[in-house]
């Protein structure tokens, strides 16, 4: 599948039973997440007793003039015009125009149309966008009818799983309104279409029993499904709940989450799971007050209201924004709850006591100023008049004072903004963040900046995260204003950046981590930031992996010159290092800058007093100068790394090994001897020695004796062979090999 | 002096002149999550290896369909110790997969010792029940990691996504010991991996595909929670 240019969800809403308030919470949620400035697509495709349009009415009364059930008849018509392949597959090529006609019908704005919801915090409308179940003319009970799906799926198994792709790259949120009950329709929306579902029930037997089961079936046959490997995540939601029967509303709770907890145990694979805390947020209460017409609670009352639809609905879509119901768990444990939601109530409370007792009192005012005016006939126009204008210029103070006590947007976001900053918890403060970023449309108010500079900073230095590309992604955009980065950027956002390129480079994405790197050295630099040493080492790393040797090296002598400038010696050497490393296939081109920086860096190592690194680098020196031909150098390398080892055998027997090799290609053999047998001895002593390079040494050795001491040498290896204990003894023997 | 060595599968594999420890194979026309899938797998399973002296987990990434297979992927192929296969449906499509396959197959054979039930191949299953061919339906494969994958967008975000990746690292480890048994013989192995073909699957063993049927639930009351 192509990647999507949105990453947008598909999220199914089922019942098993009618009338358990499936469409009411996929009209509720659909609402929220609208005034959150997602672009959502509402899908209504209980084809049999459609109704979600009754939600979201259109203007003017018009009727509907097309929907799901039409959408589908064109798209059987256009697919059937193509020559199908004969079963699902991957091919790209094979796949192409199927997409292209499903993807070009899922912009064809005809089979939807927008409706505008009200927020009742800022009082704005803001769009969503409904596909109805169709246009609802005297052919629709017929389309539905004759439309088999069952024949459709066989025809073309590929089309729900592009239909997914295709909605999920026009849309943030596409929420469907399944059908209930046992149907083709049912799964196709349950299993096919969907990477959530919402499995909405009331508290009796015979809704509980459907969903679970439906759960379990659901993600089984996910499980099975040879090509789809997106999650199906389940989300329970308990509906109608009666808060006035307390012991029976606990009951069935935890029959729910009982049963429930059973499921995801088995088909997840989540040993004593526990969703007590999900179970007792995630339950929408019954308010005989919207049992009455189709009335979306978000867009009527606030959802700041304590034990409101609207604070139920919206916990509850706060939940589905979650990845999974053990992360929408987490979010609503009890400091996530939010000491802002609290205070919000509160002033909610007080700002409507005050206005109804400011209400009672212009009252009063007013009466007293009519019994005024009918007991003063000889009051005069003017006294009414006054009286008349009290009782406006009150109205008006009361509204004032009623609207600039209601929680404001820019209360709540200075609110959530503190939170953010408060709290320790990155996953908390990037939800918190989210939630800013639909509160405040400006992406460059400070505020929101400084709460995505917060989450950049807990997911880079809170013990036991993992910084993750995504998050970091987010956190970082969101702390520049989806601005680019520039020299006046945090330092935080900067370093998020560079770890941003680390992970992408540890993910083996080169260019992208190149990308990143290139716009965090300048901005480095401008700042004189010694870290910029490290960025351009990573940056060469990143050049390297991607098989762009010179543009390594060129990143390299940059990181360099940063590094002396700074006389950081350490890096100095590191680069030194790496330069050498990527010089090494190519010795001979690369000889004079070899000698050049292996001597510097061997003077390095010893003021660093790093004796290990300053003897390897000489025998590196020694290998790369005799590759290249340069056999007295590297004879004098292999002498001073000798020279420099630190008196371990380990170290001393390799180079010794070295030294024997290339007087060997010098044609000397007596001191070729000497260093084989020297090194002999030195491996005698080496508590971990590497057997098979052992070996290979022996058997040079062997090669350059004459025969007698051949023969002697051999028949000590015959003995070693013969006994498989590899003690100091047979090796020993081999003495017997010495020269004549 | 010369006591049993202290090193562990991981540094023994180097020093035998293996360059990877894991190379992981998987189709290219996966859909995006597979792709993801494979890359936290593999980053967790080098995470892992880190942590226990180092291990190199080699990511095959031919950026595109169509690239021309590398010749060097071979060899790194044939420097791995074990493979990781991604099973999906289109495992089965891709050449570069099925030339992979046959590699990693025939190392196998020269590589572990005679008798044993291990394989140096390790299958994961991203479906339960994909169509298998011959050859893969005598290996043994993983479905542990399904439940995770089903559950949620991100898998670490399971409880159990580390217990399963250090289970197979665990099992990495194992079939790296019996891998390391006797020193390869590179130049055999090498011309071995420069010449192979591609896998012919072999179908024909297959269950016949059933018929396809939309999704469809059966519901009984045997929940006791609910009673």
Known sequence: MTQSPRFGQVITFYSYKGGVGRSMAVANVATLLAQAQRKVLVIDFDLEAPGLHRYFPPPDGEGESAGTIDFFTQLRTRLQALAGPPEWSEAEQALAPFRAVIEKLVRDSGFVREAWVKSPIDGKDYPLHLMPAGGFGNDYPDLVRRFDWLEFYRAHPYVFQLLAHALSSEYDYILIDSRTGLTDVGGICTVLLPQKLVLVFTPNRQSMIGVVEVAEQAIRQRKEHPSELRPLAVFPLLSRVENAETILQEEWIERGRRAFQMVFEKEYALPNCNLKVYFEAAQIPHRSFYAYGEVIAVQRESHAKQGSLAAAFRSFAECLQQDDVLAAQRLLTPQAVGSVAIESNLRVAAAEEQARRLAEELQAQKGLAIQAANRGRRLSQLTVGAAVLLVVVGLATGYWFIKSQRPDVAAIVQARSNEILATGDPSRARHLAEELNRLVPDKQDPRLRSAWTHVAMLELTTPGVEPSTVNLTQAVTGALGAGPLAADSPPMVVRASKTLGDLYLKGGRYQEAVDIYDKVVPVQQAGKDPTVVDTLIQKARALEQSRDVEGALATLRLAEQEARNRQDSKKVAEILRTEVGLWAPNASRFLPQIRTATQELAGLYDQLKRPEDRRAVLEQRGDLLARAGDVAGASEAYKAARAAGSGSKSSEWPVLAKVARLALAKKQKTSAITSYLAALEAMLDDPKPDLIKMEEIVDEYIKILDRASARDARKALKWKAANPARSSADWIALKYGQPR | ?227
């Open chain 2, 1 to 227: 002096m010369m006591a049993a060595l202290p090193e562990n599968s991981l540094e023994r594999c180097l020093r035998l002149g293996f360059k990877n420890h894991v190379f992981v194979s998987w189709p290219h026309l996966i859909e995006d999550r597979g792709a993801d899938i494979v890359r936290e797998l593999a980053g967790a399973l080098q995470n892992k290896f880190n942590n226990e002296g180092g291990g190199v987990v080699y990511v095959d990434d031919r950026l595109k369909s169509g690239e021309k297979w590398d010749p060097a992927l071979r060899l790194n192929l044939c420097r791995s110790g074990v493979m990781l296969a991604f099973l999906v449906r289109s495992y089965f499509k891709s050449d570069y997969c099925a030339i992979e396959w046959a590699i990693a197959d025939q190392l196998q054979q020269q590589r572990l010792p005679k008798g044993t039930t291990r394989g140096a191949i390790i299958p994961i299953l991203l479906s339960e029940k994909p169509p298998l061919p011959a050859q893969v339906k005598t290996t043994q494969c993983r479905k542990d990691f399904l439940p995770l994958i089903t559950f949620s967008q991100l898998l670490k975000s399971h409880p159990q996504w580390l217990v399963l990746v250090s289970q197979l690292a665990e099992e990495i480890m194992e079939i790296l010991d019996l891998v390391c048994a006797q020193p390869p013989d590179w130049t055999a192995q090498e011309e071995l991996a420069r010449k192979a073909v591609a896998m012919a699957w072999d179908f024909s063993v297959a269950r016949p595909s059933p018929v396809l049927n939309l999704p469809n639930f059966v519901v009984e009351e045997r929940s006791s929670a609910i009673r």
